[in-house]
């Protein structure tokens, strides 16, 4: 591949301001893993001492210390102790700086670490037992124990501070992982947006690349960002612009020279490469690989979840839903006396809406209109919504808002209930009685689904539900064939762990009020 003669913007300017040194982010690792060892320790000392009374440590002359007598059979397994905590939070990547990360995450992994590694730790206690000196020594059960819920709360809040200081830096643009976006379809502008809009995920796109070769009337700016390179100058375009990651959102980039691209730069450089593909043509993750003769058949799953995990999920609807509905009935009476001084009418409110497989059921939700409310407002702009009509979008380019921010038949309570999300909450009568889940896609109502197109009726093969991927996504600024992306990404991806996740999301939106 050849360089390109004329580029567009000399990728050398583009290079991302406020990074920080090389050698800060290896000192920061550096100085992690020293913490966890001296929190290894001091865990397992801690949880002996909260058991046993006794002092840890006793002067054995001038300036000079060793272990106790009770605790020199435990002292033998501190080594143990470090080693293996910091070798099993390395195992689950723990120690990763780079990129978008999650507290939700983040926590799963502290668990699991530091479970396995309490495991290890047991499993080395009494088999080692602190070497010839103590091999009859019983250690006891309870300091392990201890140990485990120290380390897990100890380990967890050093992530949460590290993040934190992570995220404070990020959103005052300082050490973003500066990123080429190669394509300039709607999949290239709706990640060069995300990535603006969210510098907490820490990626700076510093430029955009042709997908294919540069041709006549190839803009020099989009979505805001220098278009500097073509597919043919990656490699010297990465070189020169200093990019750390390449994402390729166009599905009609070149194999071929995609492969060549990895080849010539990635490894070398360092730099990593994603491909961020559309959800329509990507393959479903439950898939089963059959053997049809000598011939290899993936057989793609025909319900997007078996009865067991159908099962599942449905009692953990119930489990959720009860208690949800008992910890927020005292707030009920409050929204229904709000509801009845604001505006004449009922408390709550029955709408007709789509469940799975296209059934209708009756939905309920605190009442947030006027009661001679016209519903041709929202049914005029659903049908501009779901057809993607430029006018759907009633905020402008940067900030994109598809959602009838004005409506007149919304009441004064009713724009803080919808805004916290709280006119949904009789919703979980919903979930009891069968017809809605916690977590899905959002049921539409049966005017919406007439002006759905075939591949968009695929959301109704789950129960819709009171949250969603969507809702804690981007909400109201994605357009509607984002929405529907989302949903069968849902469908095809679900899982126990996967709800808890939006959840959890659906918490911090709600207590930020995005909900409207």
């Known amino acids: ?109 502290v668990f699991k670490s530091t479970a396995i590694g ?21 250690y006891a059960r309870s300091v392990f124990v201890l140990d485990f819920l120290i380390a897990l709360a100890s380990f967890y809040t050093i992530r949460l501070l590290v993040r934190s200081a992570q995220t ?74 200093g990019a750390n990651e390449v994402i390729f959102a166009d599905s009609d980039v070149d194999g071929d020279a995609l492969f060549d691209v990895m080849m010539r730069c990635g490894r070398r450089r360092g730099v990593e490469f994603r491909i961020a593909p559309s959800l329509f043509n990507c393959l479903p993750s439950k898939t089963e690989v059959d053997q049809i003769g000598a011939l290899p058949m993936i057989r793609l799953f025909r319900e997007p979840l078996s009865d067991f995990a159908r099962g599942t999920k449905r009692i953990s609807d119930i489990v959720i839903a009860s208690l949800t509905l008992s910890l927020l009935s ?26 799975m497989d296209g059934r209708i059921f009756v939905v309920y939700k605190f009442r947030t209109m006027r009661v001679d409310a016209d519903s041709e407002i929202h049914r005029d702009y659903q049908r501009k919504f779901i057809a993607g009509h430029a006018e759907a979008n009633v905020g402008d380019e940067k900030t994109p808002a598809y959602k009838l921010r004005d409506d007149p038949r919304i009441t004064r309570v009713g724009r803080i209930l919808r805004r916290l999300s709280l006119d949904e909450v009789p919703q979980l009568f919903n979930v009891l009685r069968g017809d809605m889940s916690i977590v899905g896609p959002r049921p539409p109502i049966p005017y919406e689904v007439e002006a759905y197109e075939l591949r968009h009726r695929k959301r109704l093969d789950m129960k819709p539900g009171l949250t969603g991927l969507w809702q804690v996504s981007g909400r109201n600024r994605l357009p509607f064939e984002e929405m529907v992306k989302l949903d069968l990404f849902y469908i095809e991806n679900w899982s126990l762990l996967f709800d808890l996740k939006i959840i959890l999301r659906t918490v911090l939106v709600m207590l930020r009020g995005d909900g409207y």
């Open 1 to 109: 591949m050849e360089q390109i003669k004329n580029p567009l913007v000399e990728a050398s300017i583009v290079r991302a301001p406020a990074r920080a040194p090389h050698w800060v982010i290896p000192t920061i690792k550096a100085m992690l893993v020293a913490t966890d060892s001296l929190t290894a320790a001091l865990s397992f000392g801690v949880a002996f001492y909260l058991r046993e009374g006794g002092a840890i440590l006793r002067e054995t002359g001038a300036d000079s210390f060793a272990w106790s007598a009770r605790f020199a059979p435990y002292g033998a397994l501190v080594l143990f102790v470090i080693l293996i905590r910091v070798l099993t939070l390395r195992y689950y990547d723990l120690y990763r700086l780079r990129g978008e990360f999650s507290f939700f995450d983040d926590g799963i992994r």
């Open 118 to 138: 309490s495991l290890l730790i047991v499993a080395a206690a009494f088999l080692y037992r602190g070497g010839f000196n103590y091999r009859a020594f019983s």
């Open 168 to 241: 404070f830096f990020r959103l005052r643009g300082i050490n973003l992982i500066p990123t080429l976006v190669v394509g300039r379809g709607p999949e290239a502008a709706f990640c060069i947006k995300e990535m603006r809009e969210r510098p907490s995920l820490g990626y700076r796109v510093i430029g955009a690349v042709e997908s294919g070769t540069f041709k006549a009337g190839v803009p020099k700016i989009y979505e805001g960002v220098p278009v500097i390179s073509d597919l043919t100058g990656l490699p010297d375009t990465i070189r020169e612009s």
């Open 330 to 355: 005292p707030f009920w009476l409050l929204i229904a006396l709000l509801i009845k001084f604001d505006s004449k009418g009922t408390v709550f409110y029955a709408q007709e809406r789509v469940g």
